[in-house]
């Protein structure tokens, strides 16, 4: 059985790479290199697996799991530059696949703690385009 | 090939153990717990995989995978009480993950029956959370 | 300019006429009369009308107008029997125009008292189906 | 006869004045008013109101509406700073409220000289608020 | 009050003008004009406004409207081709403002017949386009 | 770690087998066989699985993926009919079961010189119904 919470946070972020000058930036991101960045409506779906606990017919409180994906990832983003200002990125190019990976690190312990298994980390950036990381991708 | 009809229905339900006062379910089931009733407009999506017929270029006739869901599920659920009046969830609480149980249980032979194989029931319960059950849980 | 909150809540009605029977019920408000209850997810999106406030930019401020909404509306119809529990519905058949009427009524005044003008309740009960209430029928 | 065409752009922004420090930005604005700056995915709606041409049985041909948004609007504003970067913009907060007026203002006479008039500019910040202005305001 | 219900059906269509040549439709038209046809999931959004019925709590039941329009409309154009299939479209371009003031015409008097005003056909042809009828364009 | 692009494309299909008359196709395929055609506005979601770039943060260059999804697959289906004029469709029943193989085996080779691997086609005809193509069905 999974379930699946979703939750929404706001972002300022900027693709580049810092040894890079403006226009290599601009070559390889395009417009999302922007140095003066720019933002989305981020959408995230976390998943978690596990058994029915027959006494509450839960895989678990989905009213614990938003508490801790708020404390361990929305807090830390929202109304944030992903560049600047979030202790999970630091050092890390703001791209969706890495804000997916930054997220599963955070959740995965956790999630365990509560007794089920993180199974999925979606990321929606806008409505074209989403990553889905599974934790098992050892980059 | 794996292929997909949404159906919805709304219906009433209440999250409690009745063998716990209301103090007790209120603290674990939160204002789900409400002894007077609360609702969802459910979206259901199930998901059925199998070979595409050459002939029809189908895996199967949406058509009547829709009125098998409503024989079995809909026509059950639709504008009802889920804990009092929906037969296959008599003694069962009425959380998501027991209901897509439930779902999973009545459509599974239907659909075998049709030639193809039940892959996975989702139901949505609210724009912020829902479940997958795909089969393999024996709880 | 008008500026548009959207907020949700999930709860529990029926439709019926006290004074007439269940069979007269069914006949008029068809499955919607089902006496153990149904219930939805409804939307609601309130509409303010007024000047942009120079110092801010804002017509009102969005957060002060969440929380009256909450206040007036959401936390008494939240997980809730609308025919039951709700006090601005007392009396009232508890179909999507009156909910509308009652909200509207709720929030007519501390609207105004925020220096802007209620200017539309829209209450969406399912995907198929919304009304839309301006304030000005006197039924 | 009114058509509507839908545009999306993504745009970071800060809510704040400057002759007012951070703490008091902060107390009016809350974490709008994030320093290191925030963003979203915008949608626009741009309402255009006139007769419906017999020849060709549109008000006005969608793809030029369409590159006259693009041109005056959305690429002015696609993956930028609204504070820094938007002409018409300058020495406006860029509250939502304020940035729909801007877009109304550059889209008036294109609009006109299209054969039809502006009747709305929707402007959505996320799922839960949107403004719209008719252009009566003369704030 | 104003009360909505939405329907869906799916057209193929062709915008053109039987005197121009394909060369001259294409200028106009664009590849809307490919003569061997497209098609579309079309919305639509039927707006009515009357007075609240103190006994049924209702505008009007949505169960006729939704009939109503069903016969006067969806069966009419669902899985059909616009252009040479639906009798009220007979000799009129298939543009969505010619269907929207085409099913204004169908609906008006039924509507009236109920006791409530129609209000507004919205007429949704892509995500990105939607037309808005309200009766008083005598073109 | 899989990402996810969308696009959205308008076509006019039938269902029908030229062997069969038109009330053997009216039989089996009900009004989706009409001789005249119908169409959809089809919305497409390609995933592509692969490692993260540690130089882009990127699976792969989403601008890349979609002029790629373009040239292959949106430019040969956008405003066309999926009977008459899509190479990769000819003498294939025009199904979405079908026409999501037909688009996989269109990118298989394309995304696999990107570096990644096509690892499903989701492809959605109505709000009611979808399939998924992860190419390991030999039909």
């Not at 379930?3 to 000058?21: K, Q």
């Not at 703690?113 to 806008?126: D, F």
């Amino acid at each position: 059985m999974r379930i699946t919470r979703r939750e929404t946070f706001n972002a300022a972020h900027r693709l580049f790479r810092p040894e890079w000058d403006d226009s290599k930036n601009l070559e390889v991101f395009g417009k999302c290199s922007n140095p003066k960045w720019h933002g989305h409506n981020y959408t995230l779906y976390v998943t978690v697996e596990g058994k029915v606990d027959p006494h509450t017919g839960f895989v678990l409180n989905l009213k614990t799991l938003s508490k801790i994906i708020a404390t361990f990832v929305v807090d830390k983003l929202d109304h944030k530059n992903i560049n600047l200002e979030v202790d999970f990125m630091n050092g890390r190019l703001a791209s969706t696949e890495n804000l997916a990976t930054g997220i599963w690190e955070q959740l995965e312990g956790p999630v365990r703690e509560l007794g089920a298994a993180l199974y999925c980390v979606k990321l929606v950036e806008t409505e074209n385009n989403y990553v889905e990381y599974f934790g098992n991708d050892p980059a």
